[in-house]
């Protein structure tokens, strides 16, 4: 098949540019280093023939290959016999009646087949180096270029290869394609114009022009092919144009032209100018042609190129991209690492911390996370609370014991102002030495004593930071690193200044514990009394308190000789468990003791009925549990006591006999002080012989989440059974509260024996 429209559209600008270069020289021969530079390696036959003459008087370099070196000019006739062309049947062309004779009497061939056989050349060594292998068939165009009357007419002739038939063509197809062939071939425009007229109107165009455009020739004979632009021509394409015909020189390029009932097409235009003899410009040919479907796989074929690019693009992005993320990852990794390291770390800081309320204790924790993971050793400065040096603790990796007490003694406690430490505490900011000289080490360390020390544990590298909390600087944290391949640097900072304000905080809660701890203890001695010493009787008590900031509570037992001569006992429990329950304790065990000092009515329900009106008149407490107890001497020793007893909501006591049998005292109750002062309250009366013990405690004893208070009373009156049968109240005491406690509530616990 015929190798495309493109190739015919580049033949045509082969055909004109030719045209130009043989009208300009107006002779029989044209040398092939006159024409454009882009004839000498295109793949197409062009010939030139002199019509007068009837001799072919230019052949470009693919006509030369095709027919041999043939020296020009030379007779139509003989180029035809030396090139070996031969009609379909193969007879040769040399007659009237050839395709190529026709060109050269003026008569136009729109398309022929012939036949090429360089085996059957005229020429003995071109024919004798080619077999019928090397036959081909060709299709041949040709019209003339100027009139007959001219002083050099001149025709031009295209060949086209075409596809050698198949082995057994169908004889009906073979000749559609060459029709098909023929209709290509024609569908090349030619057009002739005249500069010489006003606007360079077109003179002549062939057939194929009205096919291609819809315009008949004489709609447009008379007009400049401009009629053929529209509104989507590219201005730049038209300016080439305008451009080029003003210097009279040819000009190839591709625009949008407009066909007759408007529809576009792509049109690839060659115009080349046609000069007299005397070097005059008397024509512009200009062969046109429908380039569309050229265009638009170009197109695509960009499209798909820019696709491909931008594919690759792309893919290079995404593998930038990728290789970038695989780095961040990496990074994000150790990042990770890192900070999972430093969780663990403060997690454990804070479970290790504040698991302990004693300063000392606290401070070797803090130096054991220290040492080894962030430094080699470390000392830790406290200050009290007038900014001197209280309290250094010290540790080494290696121990050096006894280099870290001379440190201690005689830089630790007497911190010279230009110190690492000593500059934190004063600024609370961290200061980093990365590297130890001996000046900066003689400016920061005065004491020649801590400077041998010094030099004995090794150091390269400091790193101190303060340690602050609610505001106030409590002391410094000095990190010290012996290997000068491992400095301390800025990622070492932040996560010492996030430990130090861990252990600030945990440094500073201890403080304060121990600060109220101090008014607590003095206040829980002021409001739970020493047992007074009662003859007759032996008495011990116990007390635990659920408050972790105070060793103070809501329960309480008291123990008096009444005037009577009576013995009181009482224990209670006022709700909450902090230093506001044991105020309000504290006020209602005073009160308490004067309704049992002076009793109009000494039945233990009668009293508990007075204390509760009081305590709801008074707004003493909010509510409370106790169990009050009045116990009478026999009248001659040996005989058994007479017990008496209430109970405001109270657990039950306990009453132990001498043989180690235990009994639940629970049909005493009644309702909680502070619920009902109306409610009468019933008193229970006892024989209880010598040498039974009495308990009475608080639900802090039996109490415990999830399980319920009998299991709890079932337990401790095992563990009371289980003491030795001669055991005293102490032992009892000691007994009850083996077990274990559940230390979110108070525990008060008092036990008597009657003697």
């Not at 020009?72 to 003989?78: F, H, M, N, R, S």
């Not at 924790?365 to 309290?391: E, H, M």
């Not at 274990?740 to 108070?746: E, V």
């Amino acid at each position: 098949m015929l190798e495309g429209k493109a190739d015919l559209g580049r033949q045509a600008g082969i055909v004109t540019a030719a045209t130009a270069v043989v009208s300009g020289n107006g002779g029989h021969e044209a040398t092939p280093g006159a024409l454009p530079a882009v004839l000498a390696d295109v793949p197409v036959a062009v010939l030139v023939i002199d019509r007068n003459a009837s001799t072919v008087v230019y052949a470009n370099t693919a006509a030369v290959e095709l027919a041999g070196n043939v020296g020009l000019p030379v007779d139509v006739d003989t180029w035809g016999a030396s090139a070996g062309l031969t009609d379909l049947s193969g007879d040769p062309l040399a007659s009237t009646s050839g395709p190529l004779s026709a060109v050269a009497q003026g008569r136009p061939v729109t398309g022929e087949a012939v036949r090429l056989a360089p085996g059957e050349s005229s020429e003995p060594d071109r024919a004798s180096g080619h077999d019928i292998e090397h036959e081909q068939l060709l299709w041949v165009t040709g019209f003339p270029l100027s009139q007959s009357g001219s002083e050099q007419p001149l025709a031009l002739v295209v060949f086209l290869k075409l596809d050698p038939p198949e082995e057994s063509p169908d004889p009906e197809a073979y000749l559609q394609a060459l029709r098909e062939r023929a209709v290509i071939a024609t569908d090349i425009t030619f057009a002739i114009t005249d500069p010489r007229q006003p606007d360079n109107p077109l003179v002549w165009v062939n057939p194929s022009f009205t096919r291609i455009t819809g315009y008949e020739a004489e709609e447009a004979v008379g007009r400049n092919c401009r009629f053929l632009q529209g509104p989507a021509t590219d201005p730049e394409a038209v300016t080439e144009i305008r451009t080029a015909l003003a210097a009279g020189r040819g000009v190839t390029t591709t625009l949008l032209n407009y066909r007759k009932d408007g529809t576009a097409f792509w049109n690839q235009l060659s115009i080349s100018p046609v000069l007299d003899g005397s070097g005059e410009l008397v024509s512009y040919v200009g062969v046109q042609t429908d380039v569309t479907e050229r265009v638009r796989v170009e197109r695509e074929r960009e499209a798909a190129f820019a696709a491909e690019q931008a594919a690759r693009h792309e893919a290079e992005l995404a593998r930038a991209i990728a290789e970038q993320a695989r780095a961040d990852a990496e990074r994000a990794q150790e990042d990770a690492e890192r900070a999972q390291g430093r969780l663990a770390l403060m997690a454990e800081a804070t479970s290790t911390l504040i698991a302990t309320l004693d300063m000392s204790e606290l401070l070797d924790r803090l130096a054991a996370l220290c040492v080894p993971l962030l430094a080699d050793w470390v000392y830790l400065t406290l200050l009290d609370d007038y900014g001197d040096v209280r309290t250094a603790v010290a540790r080494h990796r290696e121990g050096h014991e006894a280099d870290l007490q001379e440190f201690t003694a005689h830089h630790v406690m007497h911190l010279p102002d230009v110190s690492p430490s000593r500059r934190s505490m004063t600024t609370s900011q961290p200061v980093l030495l990365a590297e130890l000289t001996p000046e900066v080490i003689a400016e920061a360390i005065t004491s020649p004593v801590a400077r041998e020390a010094f030099a004995r544990m090794g150091g390269s590298s400091v790193l101190t930071v303060p340690m602050v909390a609610r505001r106030r600087t409590r002391g410094a944290m000095a990190l010290v690193r012996t290997s000068a391949q491992r400095p301390f640097t800025r990622d070492d900072v932040g996560l010492a200044e996030e430990l130090a304000a861990r252990a600030a905080l945990a440094i500073d809660n201890v403080r304060l514990y121990q600060r109220e701890h101090s008014v607590a203890d003095t206040l829980q001695r002021s409001l739970l009394p020493e047992l007074p010493d009662i003859p007759g009787i032996e008495a011990a008590a116990h007390y635990v308190s659920a408050s972790s900031a105070a060793d103070v509570g809501g329960d309480f037992y008291d123990l008096l000789a009444l005037p009577d001569g009576s013995i009181g006992l009482v224990v209670g429990d006022v709700v909450g468990h902090d230093v506001a329950a044991a105020a309000a304790m504290g006020h209602l065990r005073g009160l308490l003791r004067a309704c049992l000092w002076d009793a109009e009515d000494a039945d233990p329900g009668t009293v508990l009925g007075r204390v509760d009106r009081l305590v709801q008149g008074l707004r003493v407490a909010s509510l409370a549990t106790m169990v009050y107890v009045r116990a009478v001497r026999p009248d001659q020793p040996g005989e058994s006591w007479r017990v008496h007893a209430a109970s405001a909501g109270h657990p039950p006591m306990l009453l132990r006999q001498p043989d180690g049998d235990v009994r639940v005292l629970d049909e005493v109750g009644g309702l909680l002080v502070g619920v009902d002062a109306t409610r009468h309250r019933e008193s229970i009366d006892l024989v209880v012989p010598t040498g039974t013990t009495l308990l009475a405690y608080t639900d802090g004893l039996i109490e415990f989440p999830g399980r319920d208070m009998d299991a709890g009373i079932r337990e401790l009156c095992e563990r009371i059974a289980a003491a030795p049968v001669g055991a005293g109240p102490r032992e009892l005491c000691d007994a009850a509260v083996s077990g274990a406690l559940d230390h979110r509530d108070d525990v008060a616990l008092i036990a008597l024996r009657f003697g």
